[in-house]
């Protein structure tokens, strides 16, 4: 059983920043893939970015180059910052694991509960 605690949300005004951290604990993640997905209200969640175990990354088109995911597997942490943000990038973020590398959120076995980003205008 993994447990995952997000934090670092907030209101931000356009073009800020803000950095996300995702906390596990029940069991190391060294060799799983963590991504951050996003919810809007009324809306299906998508995949943002993902981390794998030996550094690659994949990266939505919607945030590639104002994003960057980073990983810290001795303190079973992830970020995720979020530089030039756009009202558009207002939703909950929610940070996932599994074993599989993948950007669908079929794929992935435990989630957080969430934390709201609001980018205002």
């Known amino acids: 059983q993994v447990q995952l605690v997000e934090s670092g949300g907030g209101l931000v005004q356009a073009g800020g920043s803000l950095r996300l951290s995702c906390v596990a604990s029940g069991r190391t993640f060294g060799y799983d893939a963590v991504a951050w997905f996003r919810q809007a209200p009324g809306k299906e969640r998508d995949f943002v970015a993902v981390s794998w175990s030996d550094g690659d990354t994949i990266y939505a088109d919607s945030v590639r180059g104002r994003f960057t995911i980073s990983r810290d597997n001795g303190k079973q942490t992830v970020y995720l910052q979020m530089n030039s943000l756009k009202p558009e990038d207002t939703a909950a973020y929610y940070c996932?694991?599994?074993?599989?590398?993948?950007?669908?959120?079929?794929?992935?076995?435990?989630w957080g509960q969430g934390t709201q980003v609001t980018v205002s205008s």
């Open positions: 996932a694991t599994g074993r599989i590398f993948a950007v669908q959120a079929a794929d992935y076995d435990y």
